[in-house]
Every structure is written in structure tokens, then in C-alpha cells.
């Protein structure tokens, strides 16, 4: 029996129809809006983890979408592009009155919104497309926009809205959280230092056991693509630390920061230049510490807030950069200091005294990175303050100085600073004085006076490990001869003093630890 031949046309037709059966299947059309939709009263039902289509048909088009939340989830909220078209996406809680909880619009054409950590408690919600506010609206009758909430449990995470101390999330210390720099703008935020910054708010209540001072660290991971700052406020909302050390990609740090009265604080995270990233979160973390009195609490950036040094030593960091620490010492009674900082092997210091009224009275700057900084007779009649500074580049919350301040046993044969010029020498009442190299390259006159013309012996006892030069005048002070000293060696030599001159010891190679003895007597 011949069989019956299936025409060409047929049998392609066929063929098509089952290897694509499987994809038209598989594949499910997504909903698209139903207008009018243009009220609260008229929202479409949205439903969570699945995608709906819309269209800004007109230039004062408004898509609301409603959709109910039994239990606390996380919501990601996603609007695809459309071309040309700049839109936005509002956030809003239901009931009687529905509010604007977050308006998320990056104010750029053919660009898509997403809010992807949008804290939503049980209850009604209403999502609405819309044109944003920086261009003119325009119509697209072509180009559909595809809007999809995807819904995920709450963990250890931030709670958007937090976008003001009055909203800001509980931080528990010791425990990390985490959030998104998400979305770049915050439109509904119009007041403060940066109107539209979207900004993370967290509130942390400290305890301060029998009233005992704490130390609180706050640590920030960073984001790639976002530069981020950090600041802390108090319970009047004035900011007391703030941090912005680091690039973009970086973390941030407040370090040793000191809370001495209990309550609530606050922590404000936010990106410096309307940076976002939805997609990486960052951590948040706040731990506290007892305060040692040897240990530097921060802010103490300035001379109203500098610490009261209650020992002779004490230690700090510099952190951020371009952070400088003040000390106040209180002194009993004048007297002479030796003060020597010792810094991290990759800072450069730079230590500054001040007097009572403020007046510098010393800078000490003799060595580079990793070098003790030392003054090692300062003479001082009353309370003092001191500065801490890094040269150059240097942030390191990790590493720390000490600063450790001595005062020396009174002597009236002591040299007495300053005395690096004629009209500030030491007049040599004894025969016998003691003296430092007391920076690098250090001057000191002494004056000598006689009645007549008197011969003079001149004798100076070095320091070990170092080198002196000693040289004695005329009555103008121009050099009549010298003699180099090398370690603690003692040279020694006699002139002609014409009833006045001047002994001068140069540094020539600096130890600052060990003092040098000049001793000076008539021959007669």
C-alpha cells in the first residue's frame, strides 16, 4: 500500500512546532499594568518576586502598584530602564492616609532605580512609578518599564528608612551589622550640612558603670565604588568624631573615642560623593572599652580638648589623617622638662609645647620616620600644653607613640633654653654648668664677665656617641679659637677674655640623652 506523502510546507511546520513547543512553554508572559492606575484607590495588585510591565504613557503619568506584607521582610525593589525617560520610584506605607516613606531617583535619563534593602514591617504597601523631578516629563507610548519586588527574610542588617537620627536603627555593641549604600540620592532629605545625601542612621546606648570613662571604637568595612565617612554624635546630636580617611573601596575607622557620659549615641554612615552600590554591603561595628589613664581619648583635637596628662607617661595614635592630639600637664611648681615622644616606626612626628596662654614655646622636630623626638631641658613656669602631629601622609589607628614627660631635679648649674644667641646666653656664675644638645644643631652661648682682662681655662667633658665643638669670643662674639670634642672625651684650652666674651657649644653630631659639663676658671 503506497503511503501518503506530507507536503513540505506541513512537515516544516511541524518540525518547528516541536523543538520550540518547549520554550513557548516554558516561557511566561509578564503582566502588564492595568490604567487607570493613577490613584492609591485604583493601585494594581502587585505581587512580591514577580515582575510586572508598565508605561509612562503621559507626561503626567503615575503607575501605583499596592501589594500586603503578613510578616517583616527585606524588600529589593528594581525599575529596568527606559530609554530617554528619567523616572522614579516612591515608597509608601498604607492606611488611611498612606506616607512617603523613600523617593529613589538618581536623576539620570535611560538609567534603571533600584532600592535593594527596603525594610517593610506587616501591613499595606504602594510602590509608584513616576517621571523624576530634574527633566522635563516626556511621554513613551514604545517602551515598556519592568518593575519587580523580590522579597528576602531580615537578618543582621539595616532597616531602611533610617535616614535621620529620629529613624535610626538599634546597633548592639559587639555585633555586627550590615547595610547598603543604596540608593546614591535621598530626595526626601532637604535639611542638614548635605540635602539629598542618602545617610544610615544607627542609635547605641552606652552604660557607664559607676560612672567610670569608656572608650568606644567604630569600625566601618569599605565598598567598592563608594568613598565612604563615619561620624559619631551624642545625645544633643553634636557630631564629636568623624572619619573620612580613606578612598573609594576603603573603610572607615573612629578610634579611642571617649564617652564619659551614659546614653544614647549616634552613628551616622553615608558615602562623600553620592556614591552607591547595590549589589556589596558593608559592616558596622561598635565596640567598647575601659579607659586606662596612661591611654589618649579622642576628640582631643584641639587645645580646649586636650587630655589631662595624669602621669608621666601616655599613649595615643594619630588616626585619621591629618589628626593631630593635644595634652595638658599640669605642673607644681617652674621647673625644667624632658619630654621625648617615641613614634611608630613609620611616622615622622612632630612635637609642639605650649604655654598657659597658649604661646609656643617649642617645637621639637629633629629626626625622620621611627626617631625618638626629645627636648631634653625645657624649662617651663607653669601648666603646659602639648601637640602631637604627623608629617607628610600618615594614618594608622594601630600603631602607637608614647609620650613621656620628666621633670628634671632643680639645679642652678644648669643651662637654661633658650640660649641659642648672644642676647640670650647664660651668664656663668659658677665654675662648673651642665647643658643638652637640646635640637638638632643646637646652639648654646655663655656669657663671661670680668672686671679686667683676665686669662681663662676652658674646659668641656662630651656626651658618649656624639660630637661637640666648643669655641670662645671676643667681646662682639666673633670666634677666637675652637676645639672639637668627639664622644665623652674632654678638650681643654686657655685665652684672653677682654673683660667680656662668650663660650659657645655647637652640635655637631646630637645625643640627646646624656648631658655635656663646661667648666670655666680664671688662671691666674
Known sequence: MKRPTIPYNVFLTALCALFLMPLISCKKEIPVEQEPNNTFAAANPLKLDFPIRGMLATRDDIDYYSFDVDLPVILDIQLSPVRGINHAIQIWRGGDTPVLLKLVDDMRKSSPERMCNFYAEGGRYYIAVLHGDRDAPRPNQENYYTLEVKSRNPGE???????????ANTLILERDITGYFSPAYNRLNREGENPQREEDWYMVTIDLPEQRAKL?????????GVNSTLSLFDAALTRIAYADANGAGEGEMLKDVGITAEG???IMVASKSFESNNDASYTLTAKIRDYESGGEMEPNNDIDK????????ISGCIYPQDDVDYYSYKAAAPAQYRIELTPPQTMDAVVTVYRANREKAWEIDNGGAGVREVMP????RGDFFIRIAAKGVFSDGNAAYLLRI??????????YEPNDTKEHANPLTR???????????????????????TSVSISLKGVRDGALRVSITDPLGYILQSRDVR???????????DQKGYVIIDAVSENYDEPYTLQVREVK
Do not use: H, I, Q
Open 216 to 224: 568606644l571604637d567604630v569600625t566601618l568595612s569599605g565598598v567598592p
Open 406 to 415: 620628666e621633670p628634671l631635679a632643680p639645679s642652678d648649674s644648669c643651662e
Open 377 to 380: 631641658n625645657l624649662p617651663l
Open 431 to 453: 665654675p662648673s654648668v651642665t647643658g643638652y644638645t637640646s635640637k638638632k644643631g643646637d646652639r648654646d652661648y655663655y656669657l663671661l664677665e670680668y672686671k679686667k682682662r
Open 487 to 497: 664622644g665623652d672625651s674632654t678638650a681643654v684650652f686657655t685665652d684672653m677674655v
Open 306 to 313: 586636650a587630655n589631662l596628662m595624669t602621669g608621666s607617661e
Open 264 to 266: 544614647r549615641y549616634s
Open 157 to 167: 542588617e539595616e532597616r531602611e528608612p533610617n535616614d535621620s537620627a529620629a529613624s
